[in-house]
């Protein structure tokens, strides 16, 4: 059975460094939630102290309505998936599998057919009589997966599991794993640092900086709507571009690289008249060799990846940018060549001159509204 994890106003010290300064956080019975962030921002901290590893300086963690701060980790019904597998060398695949049964109260004489269970659920049962230097290291965190979800914990804790493969296992791994805890409900607590393995496999998404959650959200909320420009520069590739922000009308009009942009949408604009930040995805750029007007823009180079073309272009302005356009046959544009640059207006983010408010999602106030 999955539980619900509640995270309350939690701090972490190491001497008189803060690593985590105050969070609060709520995971759902059987979710996938993912940590995500930068080397040092916290998110192993975190895992570890829901796994008992780490002690809690304030604030508590309660699973379902139990407080377990002080609880043991071997009594916190936990699973561990770890980075370097850590699985035993001296064991068979399905000793390994095997162990944790026999090491708690479950009848001796089920254990194997409970560690075959598991065995073919991750899909290792040619090998389960090898040795783990026989295996993969894809093969090897699936015998660890197996070992951590044979003893039916409440709650799968995972640290960086795949940053040991190479990029074709940890496409193949991260769809292992999804469908995995699909399968089996588990609430699942993992850790990395790569956003593209984080929007595969999470149902939500924290992405952390110095110890605090930046914002909370599903991928696709923070891919299309990140809160500040720090998520937006950690979720997938951006170009920020310096713009001027007025209203007309009530309607809110950017000025940028040159072109004057009408953008719908934009509850927070009344607030932030004057300098902003504009952030647009390569996919959001427009690029029409046919245009008359718009942002000027030079080809540098393009680079050729099948379904698309990523265009490198220098705006007139001087900054550079990229752009991902479908690719067609009878289309390559040269280095050089001179173009012009539409954004689609509905989909770019615009911040306010820190970049610490995202425009779009900003509570709209009085005079932002049209009358």
């Given at each position: 059975?999955?539980?619900?994890?509640?995270?309350s106003?939690v701090v972490?010290?190491y001497?008189?460094?803060?690593?985590?300064?105050?969070?609060?956080?709520?995971?759902?019975?059987?979710?996938?939630?993912?940590?995500?962030?930068?080397?040092?921002?916290?998110?192993?901290?975190l895992?570890?102290?829901i796994?008992?590893?780490?002690?809690?300086?304030?604030?508590?963690?309660h699973?379902?309505?139990?407080r377990?701060?002080?609880?043991?980790?071997?009594?916190?019904?936990?699973?561990?998936v770890?980075?370097?597998?850590?699985?035993?060398?001296?064991?068979?695949?399905?000793?390994?599998?095997?162990?944790?049964?026999?090491?708690?109260?479950?009848?001796?004489k089920?254990?194997?057919?409970?560690?075959?269970e598991?065995i073919e659920?991750?899909?290792?049962?040619?090998?389960?009589?090898?040795?783990?230097?026989?295996?993969?290291?894809?093969?090897?965190?699936r015998?660890?997966?197996?070992?951590?979800l044979?003893?039916?914990?409440?709650?799968?804790?995972?640290d960086e599991?795949?940053?040991?493969?190479?990029?074709?296992?940890?496409?193949?791994?991260?769809?292992?794993i999804?469908?995995?805890?699909?399968?089996?409900?588990?609430?699942?607590?993992?850790?990395?640092?790569?956003?593209?393995?984080?929007?595969?496999?999470?149902?939500?998404?924290?992405?952390?900086?110095?110890?605090?959650?930046?914002?909370?959200?599903?991928?696709?909320?923070?891919?299309?709507?990140p809160?500040?420009?720090?998520?937006?520069?950690?979720?997938?590739r951006?170009?920020?571009?310096?713009?001027?922000l007025?209203?007309?009308?009530?309607?809110?009009?950017v000025?940028?690289?040159?072109?004057?942009l009408?953008?719908?949408?934009?509850p927070?604009a009344?607030?932030?008249?004057g300098?902003v930040?504009?952030?647009?995805?390569?996919?959001?750029?427009?690029?029409?060799t046919?245009?008359?007007?718009g942002?000027?823009?030079?080809?540098?180079?393009?680079?050729?990846?099948?379904?698309?073309?990523?265009?490198?272009?220098?705006?007139?302005?001087?900054?550079?940018?990229?752009?991902?356009?479908?690719?067609?046959?009878?289309?390559?544009?040269e280095?050089?060549?001179?173009?012009?640059?539409d954004?689609?207006?509905?989909k770019?983010?615009?911040?306010?001159?820190?970049?610490?408010?995202?425009?779009?999602?900003?509570?709209?106030?009085?005079?932002?509204?049209?009358?």
């Amino acid at each position: 059975m999955s539980v619900a994890i509640s995270i309350s106003d939690v701090v972490k010290r190491y001497g008189d460094t803060t690593v985590i300064p105050d969070l609060s956080l709520d995971i759902g019975r059987g979710e996938f939630f993912t940590l995500l962030g930068p080397s040092g921002c916290g998110k192993t901290t975190l895992l570890r102290m829901i796994a008992g590893f780490n002690t809690i300086e304030a604030g508590d963690i309660h699973f379902n309505e139990q407080r377990i701060n002080d609880v043991e980790p071997s009594k916190r019904r936990i699973g561990m998936v770890f980075q370097n597998y850590a699985i035993f060398p001296h064991l068979s695949v399905r000793k390994n599998v095997e162990f944790g049964l026999r090491n708690m109260d479950f009848p001796r004489k089920d254990v194997r057919d409970k560690a075959q269970e598991y065995i073919e659920l991750v899909q290792i049962e040619r090998w389960a009589d090898q040795m783990p230097d026989r295996l993969s290291g894809g093969q090897q965190q699936r015998v660890a997966l197996a070992r951590a979800l044979v003893t039916s914990p409440e709650v799968l804790l995972m640290d960086e599991p795949l940053s040991n493969l190479d990029a074709k296992l940890r496409v193949e791994m991260r769809e292992v794993i999804r469908e995995i805890q699909k399968r089996v409900g588990i609430t699942t607590v993992y850790v990395t640092h790569d956003q593209e393995e984080a929007m595969a496999v999470s149902d939500r998404i924290a992405v952390m900086r110095d110890g605090v959650i930046q914002q909370l959200g599903t991928p696709r909320e923070l891919y299309h709507r990140p809160a500040n420009m720090f998520v937006s520069g950690f979720i997938g590739r951006t170009n920020v571009l310096d713009g001027q922000l007025l209203l007309k009308d009530g309607v809110a009009h950017v000025t940028v690289a040159g072109a004057d942009l009408v953008i719908p949408d934009l509850p927070g604009a009344a607030s932030a008249v004057g300098p902003v930040r504009v952030a647009v995805r390569p996919e959001e750029f427009v690029l029409d060799t046919r245009a008359s007007s718009g942002i000027p823009a030079t080809i540098d180079h393009g680079v050729f990846l099948g379904l698309n073309t990523h265009y490198f272009l220098t705006l007139k302005v001087g900054t550079a940018v990229e752009a991902v356009q479908e690719s067609e046959f009878d289309e390559s544009l040269e280095p050089g060549t001179e173009v012009f640059l539409d954004i689609k207006r509905h989909k770019v983010n615009v911040f306010d001159r820190d970049g610490s408010v995202n425009l779009r999602s900003a509570p709209a106030t009085r005079e932002s509204v049209p009358s």
